[in-house]
């Protein structure tokens, strides 16, 4: 818990920057008094260069215990002064343009993480984000919210959040915003294994697809891939291919019929949500999966082992425990990264034969 390990008592053996830390943390903990004094203020009062303060406030930096307000100062964050008592309600927040996530198996581990972590005595309760739910987010100081892979609108209600001092958490994204914790996958090591997985199953091509609004964190993948083709010499080529986010359904399903014709026979698809859309268009076309076309996506769904569909699986469950750890405040990192995913093999990236290599070694 954060508050047990901050009351801390400075003896006159320890470096100059320990004792303002310290004094500090017990000026907020036993008189309430949340602004900090200014850095020249400090230097004065402890007769030390702005490089000592700065390594005092250093450690409160990394662990997100302050914000700084221009014009205003700088403020501990009040979720830390009431760190020791217990969480009792937690909000989860499902994403506004999120069509099938009670079926998606990602969502449902992420969920089921959540619970475990966060036990019988904690409600959680789920809801789809509206600006309605932000007001009542804002209303309840005393709870914390878990926003699952938001998009742009999500994130700039979580941003309004963590200004109001709540404690917020992205699952899957890295938001880079002070009061906002993460917990992500490792995209780029999502990369090293599709790039492998591609290679060792004898593809020579493969076109990546993803929504637009999926760019920067395809953007990731894609270095992880590149960089693994150069390190490992991997025989292996990439191109890309982004969906438009307005009317995504029609342009996903016209999409594949275009790449298709230019002779892109292996997809990465790295939007779950597009992978219904190419699999009744493969079979509308009369080709077969993992024969005419072969299907690599990054993400899950419970439909995967029906279609023979094969992924990257993500730790959705891993990632739910550390968003409940974080919402209970039982775990104070700023971000957690995870990068041990695990591959789901079917008949959809089945190995290349002779005759579909040359093929693809032709284009």
């Given at each position: 818990?954060?508050?047990?390990?901050?009351k801390?008592?400075?003896?006159?053996?320890?470096?100059i920057?320990l004792?303002?830390?310290?004094?500090?943390?017990?000026?907020?903990?036993?008189n309430?008094?949340?602004?900090l004094?200014?850095?020249?203020?400090?230097?004065?009062?402890?007769?030390v260069?702005r490089?000592?303060?700065?390594?005092?406030?250093?450690?409160?930096?990394?662990n997100?215990m302050?914000?700084?307000?221009?014009?205003?100062?700088t403020?501990?964050?009040?979720?830390?002064l009431?760190?020791?008592?217990?969480?009792?309600?937690?909000w989860?927040?499902i994403?506004?343009?999120?069509?099938?996530?009670?079926?998606?198996?990602y969502?449902?581990?992420?969920?089921?993480?959540?619970?475990?972590?966060?036990g019988?005595?904690c409600?959680?309760?789920?809801?789809?984000?509206?600006?309605?739910?932000?007001?009542?987010?804002?209303?309840?100081?005393?709870?914390?919210?878990?926003?699952?892979?938001?998009e742009?609108?999500?994130?700039?209600?979580?941003?309004?959040?963590?200004?109001?001092?709540?404690?917020?958490?992205a699952?899957?994204?890295?938001?880079?915003?002070?009061?906002?914790?993460?917990?992500?996958?490792?995209h780029?090591?999502a990369?090293?294994?599709?790039?492998?997985?591609?290679?060792?199953?004898?593809?020579?091509?493969?076109?990546?697809?993803?929504?637009?609004?999926?760019?920067?964190?395809?953007?990731?993948?894609?270095?992880g891939?590149e960089?693994?083709?150069?390190r490992?010499?991997?025989?292996?080529e990439?191109?890309?291919?982004?969906v438009p986010?307005a009317?995504?359904?029609k342009?996903?399903?016209?999409?594949?019929?275009r790449?298709?014709?230019?002779g892109e026979?292996?997809?990465?698809?790295?939007?779950t949500?597009?992978v219904?859309?190419?699999?009744?268009?493969i079979a509308?076309?009369?080709?077969?999966?993992g024969?005419?076309?072969?299907?690599?996506?990054y993400g899950?769904?419970?439909?995967?082992?029906?279609?023979?569909?094969?992924?990257?699986?993500?730790?959705?469950?891993?990632?739910?425990?550390?968003?409940?750890?974080?919402?209970?405040?039982?775990?104070?990192?700023?971000?957690?990264?995870?990068?041990?995913?695990?591959?789901?093999?079917?008949?959809?990236l089945?190995?290349?034969?002779?005759?579909?290599?040359?093929?693809?070694?032709?284009?």
């Open positions: 818990m954060v508050s047990g390990g901050y801390m008592h400075a003896d006159e053996s320890k470096p920057y004792k303002i830390r310290e004094d500090l943390l017990r000026d907020f903990e036993d309430r008094n949340k602004k004094p200014s850095e020249l203020e400090l230097c004065r009062r402890y007769q260069c490089t000592t303060v700065h390594k005092a406030l250093e450690y409160f930096l990394e997100d302050i914000v700084r307000r221009a014009g205003k100062g403020f501990f964050r009040d979720e830390f009431n760190s020791s008592v217990p969480v009792k309600r937690v989860g927040v994403r506004h343009d999120w069509e099938t996530w009670e079926t998606d198996y969502f449902c581990s992420v969920i089921q993480g959540i619970m475990s972590a966060l019988p005595d409600q959680l309760s789920l809801e789809q984000y509206s600006d309605t739910l932000l007001y009542k987010l804002l209303g309840d100081r005393e709870a914390s919210s878990i926003w699952i892979s938001p742009q609108t999500e994130i700039e209600a979580m941003k309004q959040l963590a200004d109001a001092e709540r404690l917020v958490v699952v899957n994204r890295r938001v880079a915003y002070p009061g906002i914790r993460t917990v992500s996958i490792d780029a090591a990369g090293t294994l599709a790039a492998r997985e591609l290679a060792g199953a004898g593809h020579r091509k493969a076109c990546a697809v993803y929504l637009e609004s999926e760019q920067a964190f395809y953007g990731k993948m894609k270095a891939i960089e693994t083709v150069r490992e010499a991997l025989p292996l990439l191109h890309d291919a982004v986010q009317d995504w359904h342009g996903a399903t016209e999409l594949f019929h790449l298709y014709a230019r026979r292996t997809f990465l698809i790295h939007t949500s597009l219904p859309l190419f699999l009744a268009e509308r076309s009369g080709l077969r999966l024969h005419d076309v072969f299907l690599f996506v899950d769904s419970f439909s995967f082992e029906r279609d023979g569909v094969s992924a990257i699986r993500q730790p959705g469950m891993r990632l739910g425990v550390f968003a409940g750890k974080i919402a209970r405040r039982e775990e104070t990192g700023g971000e957690y990264l995870l990068d041990d995913l695990e591959i789901l093999r079917r008949g959809s089945a190995p290349v034969e002779t005759s579909s290599l040359a093929y693809s070694l032709s284009k």
